[in-house]
């Protein structure tokens, strides 16, 4: 899963950052109204980070912006403004949630893991395929019921595959989804990512849709 933060605070944003990268999501940083609103009109993101108070451009203009504009991405506004009609504005403006500073860590994660969730359809922290089991709580991946050993990228691809269960995803679209807009990002890597999983979880847990890209569901499906 792919993040973006939109906070002007260099400290915090770095550490956000560093946080999120060591929760397992890939994130691209913007300090700026402008690069915020630039970076989630032309990349894709899963979720987003989002302070109020940016230079530029403020945060409720760059989310307003981005709802106009059909940008659908669940945004969770962090900010330092804890009045009932901040928040009102906030949401009314498209946010998802809201959470105030100084928060946890903890809560930020988890209110993260429940809005993309909640946007690709799935109530559980457990995501399941047959025997294939996932824990977004705990990044924890189990093949009947016995742990099994991914590689960090191996499990973004696994965990968007797994969210988006029965639809085709391109590869494209998962190059977007697991690699921050930093990362040297290579087509051919997917499918030596795929190989792996397959070997490790099964032969059929991903099935190759041939000229558009991989799907995982339910086996006999």
Known sequence: MRLLIVEDEPSLGQQLRNTLEGAGYAVDLATDGEDGHFLGTTESYDAVVLDLGLPTIDGLTVLDRWRKEGRGFPVLVLTARDSWSDKVAGLDAGADDYLAKPFQSEELIARLRALIRRASGNASSELTAGDVRLDTRSGRVTLN???????????????????????????????????????????????????????????????TIRGLGYSLDEPGR
């Open 145 to 207: 019921g016995e742990p099994v050993k991914l590689t960090a990228q191996e499990y973004k691809l696994l965990s968007y595959l797994l969210h988006h269960k029965g639809k085709v995803v391109s590869r494209t679209e998962l190059i977007e989804h697991i690699y921050d807009q930093d990362f040297d990002r290579d087509s051919n890597t997917i499918e030596v990512f795929v190989t792996r999983i397959r070997k490790k979880l099964g032969a059929d847990v991903i099935t």
